[in-house]
């Protein structure tokens, strides 16, 4: 006799698993607990197996009699019904994990930060010139030639800087599935060179704030150590030479004045950094992390030294930023550009801040608290000019 949904309603458990069989394969599995799964029986290339399809009442007898049919139709196609649910199954987590799915996932996370203004371009790049090709695929299925392919589009229809800027993005939802435990590798690395350098100023001396408000996004998506993200937020609000800013100690850190006091290493002379509210906030931070040891930006293999001077620029390239386009000391070359081409604060304040000799009208050199009132406000207004050019409203 076949199953009737009362039967299986009201079917008792007992001490062993029992089952109550309805007909052409198809049989109820009541456990001892109470559980009613729907199981197929069936037998694939001489051997017997058994096809789990669901578990009464959310699959109804004739829910689990439909589906019986399918697999049978499947074994009269010489298919193996359980290896074809596992293979929907697979097909379903990939594209759950898919580039674009993660790409998706990154871009609500961290674009909730942005403009609007970057928000809307950042998806353009990614629905136009990467969901198309590769949208489909689990990162790690992709490769570098075929990540360059969506480049070399890019390119080739004249837009060689946002082919930069869109490999960078490619490489920021890489990194992010790397580090959901979805990828293993970002292939955007593979490919630095690949494109030609844009026909634009580079970064280490640019006027275009657009360049720059880019460079700054990048950084605040920096997703490495945060020791080193921490410096790449202060070289361009403090820009000081980059071995000062890798051997600051905090000693020479006043959090109630507001001030970074230090020997200038070239020419050995005191000098004063005014700290912004944004600077203060960066150090605030990273002093319960390192206050341990002497130096504000320590190496991660020991407190007693500072990073190498080689990190933030390698922090740069790892962001997928050339170092045709920049570099450590180019914080300085922007910061010297924008304050007076763009800004328009007189040339002796910033050669000051600069660390630069500055003399007076009779020829003799300012000391260090020359123009410091004034600077103070140069170096709070600076760097909420890169505030908005970050979030795109300057």
Same mark, same amino acid.
């Given at each position: 006799?076949?199953? =009737? ?10 001490? *062993? ?9 198809? &049989? ?20 017997? *197996? ?5 578990? &009464?009442?959310?699959? !109804?007898?004739? %829910? ?8 049978? %139709? ?7 019904? $359980? ?5 929907? *199954?697979? !097909? %379903? ?98 490919? *630095? ?28 998506? &920096?997703?490495? !150590?945060?020791?080193? %993200? ?93 170092? $045709? ?11 010297? =550009? ?27 050199? &300012? ?15 600076? !760097? ?11």
């Amino acid at each position: 006799m076949t199953l =009737t949904d009362t039967a299986i309603r009201t079917a008792k458990p007992a001490a *062993k698993p029992r089952r109550l069989y309805d007909e052409r394969g198809l &049989y109820v599995e009541l456990s001892p607990s109470g559980g009613k799964l729907f199981r197929f029986k069936y037998r694939f290339a001489g051997k017997e *197996k058994r096809l789990a399809l669901g578990g &009464y009442p959310d699959v !109804s007898l004739k %829910r689990a009699r439909e589906r019986r049919d399918e697999a049978r %139709r499947l074994l009269a196609d010489g298919i193996d019904p $359980s290896e074809a649910k596992k293979a929907e *199954k697979h !097909s %379903r987590r990939v594209v759950a994990d898919s580039f674009e799915a993660i790409g998706r996932e990154w871009l609500a996370r961290h674009g909730a930060n942005w403009s609007i203004g970057h928000r809307n371009r950042v998806t353009r790049q990614l629905e136009a010139d990467l969901f198309p090709w590769l949208g489909k695929k689990a990162p790690d299925d992709i490769g570098a030639p075929a990540l360059l392919a969506c480049l070399r589009r890019i390119e080739e229809r004249g837009a060689v800087n946002s082919a930069h800027k869109t490999r960078t993005v490619a490489g920021q939802v890489f990194r992010y599935a790397i580090a959901t435990g979805r990828a293993t590798r970002d292939p955007s690395q593979d490919l *630095k060179g690949a494109i030609p350098p844009a026909k634009t100023k580079n970064f280490s001396a640019t006027t275009d704030p657009e360049e720059v408000g880019h460079l700054l996004r990048a950084i605040w998506g &920096y997703e490495g !150590s945060f020791i080193v %993200r921490c410096a790449l937020l202060l070289a361009p609000l403090v820009f000081v030479r980059p071995g000062e800013l890798r051997r600051a100690r905090w000693d020479d850190i006043d959090f109630k004045k507001a001030e970074w006091r230090y020997k200038v290493s070239k020419t050995h002379t005191d000098h004063i950094v005014p700290l912004s509210r944004q600077s203060l906030a960066v150090l605030k931070e990273l002093h319960p992390l390192t206050r341990a040891s002497a130096f504000v930006i320590p190496s991660s293999r020991t407190r007693t030294r500072p990073i190498s001077e080689n990190t933030i620029n390698a922090a740069l390239r790892r962001l997928g930023i050339d170092k $045709s386009e920049q570099t450590a000391h180019g914080f300085r070359a922007i910061a010297r =550009t924008l304050l007076e081409e763009v800004k328009g604060y007189p040339i002796e304040w910033i050669e000051k801040q600069l660390a630069h000799e500055v003399r007076d009208p009779n020829g003799r050199a &300012y000391n260090r608290t020359a123009f410091l009132k004034q600077r103070r406000r140069m170096m709070q207004e600076w !760097s909420d000019y890169l505030d908005r050019l970050r979030e795109d409203l300057a």
